[in-house]
């Protein structure tokens, strides 16, 4: 399905979505309960006063699940990933922020300028798609994805999505 996806990726099918939302059915999925997994700490910090974005929801939890799933398996024997939302208000369009950060093993140097690469990957399993995907997502939702990593101390990736309606690119249009 990932390479399909990178083939030929589906059109965003716009409507209003909550991203705090997403986040929560994302951290859901990721985290089975202090039971099973205990030394996996999740911490949520999500605005309330979120505004909703304007895009797939199925694409944006999409993205959030890969981020959430990449921060969680690079926690070898625990650690934490703390998922922070919020909305910046400038005098131009608003943007809402959702940073997930680890305490997992973060990105070697000589890989950093490659994680955006398809099929480019370290895990031995995995198709090397997923954040090649994930931004293409965001960028057809007229956001932007960046990562800040230091090796050994963790990961952090921040999304930024527009709150008013996305603008396909022509050829999206067809």
């Known amino acids: 399905r990932d390479l399909l996806d990178f083939a030929r990726p589906p059109l965003p099918k716009p409507v209003e979505c909550d991203v705090n939302q997403a986040v929560r059915s994302v951290l859901k999925l990721i985290h089975p309960g202090p039971a099973k997994a205990p ?3 999740i911490l949520e910090e999500l605005d309330p006063r979120l505004p909703g974005v304007w895009g797939d929801p199925h694409q944006i939890r999409q993205v959030l699940l890969n981020i959430c799933l990449n921060a969680s398996q690079s926690i070898a024997t ?6 922070k939302t919020w909305v910046e208000e400038t005098s131009g369009p608003s943007r809402v922020h959702v940073a997930v950060t680890d305490t997992g093993a973060g990105i070697p140097p000589e890989h950093f300028g490659r994680i955006f690469e398809p099929f480019f990957t370290t895990k031995h399993h995995g198709t090397g798609l997923g954040l090649s995907i994930s931004k293409s997502i965001v960028e057809r939702h007229g956001g ?3 990562i800040g990593s230091r090796e050994g101390e963790g990961t952090r990736v921040e999304i930024e999505l527009p709150v008013g309606p996305i603008h396909p ?6």
């Open 39 to 41: 030394a996996l700490e």
């Open 78 to 83: 625990g650690g934490r990933i703390a998922v």
């Open 144 to 146: 932007s994805i960046r």
């Open 169 to 174: 690119e022509p050829e999206q249009l067809s």
